[in-house]
């Protein structure tokens, strides 16, 4: 079992920058792939960025040259920094784990078995 912890949400305005942190315990997390996902109100749960244990990282168009995210596994820890931060970012931010998810599967919410409670982030104009 893996538990993922998120922090580092909150409140900013458009154009600010916030640190995603999901900080994963029970398992090491060198050879999972790790994603970022967000979900708005009345929305489904969208993808925002992968990292594989290779640290090749993919990312959704709508955040592609905004968002980086990153891995630390000494630290069993990955990130999300988020740059020029919208308003349309605004969101609950969950990251999410696997070991056996396939590179065309890596985007999918449903393929993955663990999950964060989620992080809320608000931009505002």
């Known amino acids: 079992q893996v538990q993922l912890v998120e922090s580092g949400g909150g409140l900013v305005k458009a154009g600010d920058s916030l640190r995603l942190s999901c900080a994963a315990s029970?398992?090491?997390?060198?050879?999972?792939?790790m994603a970022w996902f967000r979900q708005a109100p009345g929305n489904e749960r969208d993808f925002v960025a992968v990292i594989r244990s290779t640290n090749m990282a993919y990312y959704a168009d709508s955040v592609k040259g905004r968002f980086t995210i990153s891995r630390d596994n000494s630290k069993n820890t990955v990130y999300l920094q988020m740059n020029s931060l919208k308003p349309e970012d605004t969101a609950v931010y969950y990251c999410?784990?696997?070991?056996?998810?396939?590179?065309?599967?890596?985007?999918?919410?449903?393929?993955?078995?663990?999950w964060g409670q989620g992080t809320q982030v608000t931009v505002s104009l």
């Open positions: 999410a784990a696997d070991s056996r998810i396939i590179y065309s599967s890596m985007k999918d919410s449903y393929q993955y078995d663990y």
């Open positions: 029970g398992r090491t997390i060198n050879t999972y792939t």
